[in-house]
């Protein structure tokens, strides 16, 4: 019962670094998102992907890239990590846009830390 | 404007009782969904429970019940008979109901500690 797979689950990074968050899930979803959660927060939307071929902007979508590479996949890429990216980066997806009633899932997360 | 407010960051209450955690939130849509999740300390997200705007009665899930009011814009979470598991941080979420909304709108949550 895998559910939705994220790696890393830790990273530090430098500032000015770059990487790349893993997705899977194998639950034959349409829909595939990424969030940040910060202490005081929530979470909050980056990006998410309505169905494979496609990506969209979250509230709050600037210094990262996305990937949707099939169905099954959707990664997160920093391309020059800020402190400001400090974060834990949650992973999910759900069976239909959230535009029904569709729950979401979640992967455990990936707490990044950049220096 | 928040469009989810949760005024508790901390409850407590006794194992076997009730607890109720504040929601309310704010949309000028007529269709929206409310949702429930629960983050134990080893971090994934849980759904709990969903209500729709157009759900005429509250939504149960075993012991979780949702109060919805919707005039006075709340959804407040109620556990019955807490258990020791129950100890985690709750966030009450929104959906929008606007075409092509692909976003939960997530509160700060509530850390719920269950006393033995």
């Known amino acids: 019962n895998a559910g939705v797979t994220q790696t890393p689950k830790f990273q530090v990074l430098k500032t000015g670094q770059s990487m790349t968050l893993q997705c899977a899930q194998d639950m034959n979803h349409n829909s595939m998102y990424w969030y940040r959660q910060d202490p005081g927060m929530g979470l909050r939307l980056i990006y998410y992907s309505a169905s494979e071929g496609t990506t969209d902007k979250g509230e709050v979508p600037n210094g990262y890239n996305v990937s949707r590479l099939n169905k099954r996949e959707f990664s997160l890429r920093l391309e020059s990590a800020a402190p400001s990216q400090t974060s834990v980066y949650f992973c999910a997806s759900s069976l239909r846009a959230l535009a029904n009633t569709g729950e979401l899932f979640f992967g455990e997360g990936s707490r990044l830390t950049v220096l | 404007a928040q469009k989810i407010t949760q005024t508790q960051p901390g409850m407590f209450v006794q194992e076997k009782e009730a607890v109720t955690l504040d929601c309310t939130y704010d949309?000028?849509?007529?269709?929206?969904?409310l949702f429930w999740y629960k983050q134990p300390s080893s971090g994934e997200m849980i759904f709990l429970i969903y209500?729709?705007?157009?759900?005429?009665q509250n939504a149960t899930e075993g012991r979780y019940s949702l109060n919805f009011q919707k005039a006075r814009k709340s959804a407040n979470l109620v556990i019955s008979a807490s258990q020791l598991g129950d100890s985690a941080m709750y966030f009450c979420?929104?959906?929008?109901?606007?075409?092509?909304?692909?976003?939960?709108?997530f509160g700060t949550g509530t850390r719920l500690t269950v006393i033995p």
């Open positions: 209500q729709g705007s157009y759900d005429e």
């Open positions: 979420a929104m959906r929008e109901g606007r075409t092509g909304a692909n976003n939960l709108f």
């Open positions: 949309t000028s849509d007529q269709s929206y969904g």
